[in-house]
C-alpha cells in the first residue's frame, strides 16, 4: 500500500508541477505595469515602462518619465517593495529602471542624458542586478 501512495503522489506532482510553474509565470507576467501617485494636479496613473528612474529631495519623490518629470510628497524607501524587478536602487536618492540604462561609469550611471551618481554601497548589486537583467 504505501509504495501505491508514494506513485499516486509522484503521478500527481508531475501534473501539478508544470501548471503551478506555469501560473507562476503568469502571475510574473501580470505585475504591477501602472505606477498610481497623488501629484498637485490630482492622482496620477504612469506606467512603469515610460518612467526611466525615481529620485528624492526634501521630502518629495520625482518621477522622471521619457514624457516628463512628476512629484509627490512621500519616501523614497516606501516605493521598495511595489516597484517591478527591472528597478534598482543605486543610491539613497535614487532608483533607475534598468531598461534606461545606457551605461555605467566609475561611480555614475547614465540614464538618457543624465549622470546618476552610484553609491558605494549598491554599485555591487547594480552591477550585479544589471547582468542578470542583460541576460533575460
Known amino acids: 500500500m504505501p509504495l501505491f501512495i508514494n506513485f499516486l503522489k509522484i503521478s500527481v ?31 496620477q496613473r504612469i506606467p512603469f515602462d515610460t518612467i526611466q528612474y525615481f529620485f528624492s529631495r526634501q521630502h518629495k519623490v520625482y518621477i522622471v518619465t521619457t514624457e516628463g518629470t512628476q512629484s509627490f510628497y512621500g519616501k523614497l524607501g516606501d516605493l521598495e517593495g511595489s516597484l517591478p524587478s527591472c528597478f534598482v536602487r543605486i543610491h539613497n536618492r535614487y532608483f533607475i529602471n534598468l531598461k534606461y540604462l545606457d551605461s555605467l561609469e566609475k561611480n555614475c550611471a547614465i540614464v538618457g542624458n543624465t549622470a546618476l551618481p552610484v553609491s558605494r554601497s549598491y554599485k555591487q548589486s547594480l552591477s550585479i542586478t544589471y547582468a542578470r537583467y542583460m541576460l533575460e
Open 13 to 43: 506532482l508531475i501534473h501539478i508541477v508544470p501548471v503551478y510553474a506555469a501560473s507562476h509565470c503568469l502571475y510574473q507576467l501580470r505585475a504591477p505595469v501602472i505606477f498610481n501617485c497623488n501629484t498637485v494636479f490630482g492622482s
